[in-house]
């Protein structure tokens, strides 16, 4: 915890600095901001967040195993590259999961913790922790068992669905209007060359806020007053499974991502 | 006869509205484990979104007409028949970020600095004056915009329930009153 009051001092100073800065492409923006951040602080927050994240990988639960016996999508404890593979069905749950609901699959099924002690917070820095031996990797998820199948399609029709009270559609931002902004960032292009699937898990400078993608997704849900699906949910998959496989072969560059 | 007709009636009304479904019950299954407000979002669909969302925002030639009258029989106008109300008062609304936010979008507010997601406002009363036909436009367009550009990100303000006839009479002043701030004001951002 002190080590977050460190962060937030620096995080503070860099939001003055980034509210100054409209107009300034904003990845080049938040590579600035990194880099300044790690001369001021010493250390990244998303370092920070993977070493916490290694502690609870390696933490014993109930069952008295750590997360080593469970298998992320590659085989028992193996994480190189696993991130980059995910959401994909396993045959151990009959389900599609994503990063975030297979870290509960282990904790649950293979550590013994009941599903209320599950922590969000403990899920995003595990995440962060397996995402992080992703980094280098290309996007690889495939579409070969009906139900990545199924939650593709239903997916992509969440996509391009218009709902709600002010008619929101992902589409209509992040495919129409790509580039234009109503606020500091433009609508990146999800699908295509923004490769946006590889930005999350990732620190938000501008929040000091930790977040893998289901929260980016309910975020852009919430910041036009639709209603959020629930963390974990279906909807949530369909839309990711989507989003990863329009965005197979990208390189992650850096996993846990930093961004504005 | 009379109560066959009516089964005739539902029964096309059903046809109606099942071609009219985006989602199928398969797939609103699935959806339902996003929690209840979620769900009831897509259950409750309107066919005017559907539509939008099954064509991807663009709707075929052959669908427009019906399409566009469907929208524009939405439109209401305020009780007293003035489609400018008070500007000062439509201003408030138009800067405010959880009530109408247009500012997000549309450069030329004096007070916040626009985006450019629709086409720039600035000093829009002063270049298309303030006639009825202007008026009535830039009503409707506030009012339901997929009467002029179906399918289009900006909000359905009156047509949805975001705002009142009345308020939407209020925004009206604020962007046509030649006296309105938005056109006595620079904009921010303006060069």
Not at chain 1, 49 to 63: A, H, M, T, Y
Not at chain 2, 113 to 135: F, I, M
């Amino acid at each position: 915890m002190p080590l977050k009051a460190l962060l937030m001092a620096g995080a503070l100073a860099l939001m003055g600095l980034a509210l100054a800065q409209e107009g300034v492409d904003p990845r080049e923006e938040a590579k600035r901001q990194k880099q300044l951040l790690l001369e001021t602080a010493g250390i990244l927050p998303t370092e920070l967040i993977v070493e916490q994240g290694k502690d609870l990988f390696n933490r014993k639960g109930p069952s008295g195993k750590t997360m080593a016996e469970c298998d992320f999508g590659l085989g028992k404890g193996v994480l190189e590259g696993a991130a980059a593979r995910l959401p994909r069905y396993f045959l151990d749950t009959g389900k599609v999961e994503d990063l975030d609901s297979r870290i509960i699959t282990c904790m649950t099924r293979v550590q013994g913790f009941k599903p209320a002690q599950v922590k969000r917070s403990e899920v995003v820095a595990v995440a962060f922790y397996i995402a992080s031996h992703s980094t280098g990797k290309p996007i690889q998820v495939r579409l070969l068992f009906p139900e990545e199948r199924a939650l593709y399609a239903l997916g992509e029709k969440l996509f391009y669905a218009r709902s709600g009270a002010r008619d929101v559609g992902c589409a209509t931002c992040h495919v129409t209007y790509v580039g234009k902004r109503a606020g500091v960032l433009p609508y990146a292009d999800v699908l295509g060359k923004d490769k946006s699937w590889t930005h999350w898990p990732a620190y938000r400078y501008s929040n000091d806020q930790i977040w893998t993608m289901q929260d980016r997704i309910r975020a852009c849900y919430g910041n036009i007053a639709h209603p959020q699906p629930d963390l974990y949910s279906l909807p949530i998959l369909a839309l990711e499974l989507f989003l990863a496989y329009s965005n197979n072969g990208a390189v992650v560059e850096e996993w846990p991502a930093f961004v504005r | 006869m009379k109560k066959a007709l009516l089964t005739l009636l539902a029964l096309s009304l059903l046809a109606w509205g099942l071609a009219q479904r985006y989602l199928q019950d398969p797939e609103l299954e699935r959806v339902k484990s996003g929690g209840k407000a979620y769900a009831e979002v897509f259950v409750s669909q309107r066919p005017d979104q559907a539509l939008c969302s099954i064509h991807r925002n663009r709707l075929p030639a052959d669908l427009l007409p019906k399409f566009l009258e469907e929208q524009r029989s939405l439109i209401k106008y305020p009780q007293n028949g003035k489609l400018m109300g008070d500007w000062k008062k439509g201003g408030a609304i138009f800067n405010n970020l959880q009530k109408a936010n247009c500012f997000s979008c549309h450069f030329g507010s004096p007070v916040h600095l626009g985006g450019d997601v629709g086409p720039s406002l600035e000093k829009y009363g002063l270049k298309r004056g303030q006639s009825e036909a202007v008026q009535r436009y830039t009503y409707e367009v506030i009012y339901n915009a997929w009467a002029y550009f179906p399918c289009t990100v900006m909000y359905r303000f009156g047509a949805q329930g975001l705002l009142t006839p009345e308020e939407i009479a209020d925004i009206v002043a604020y962007l046509l009153d030649p006296e309105s701030d938005f056109n006595t004001k620079p904009a921010v951002g303006s060069k």
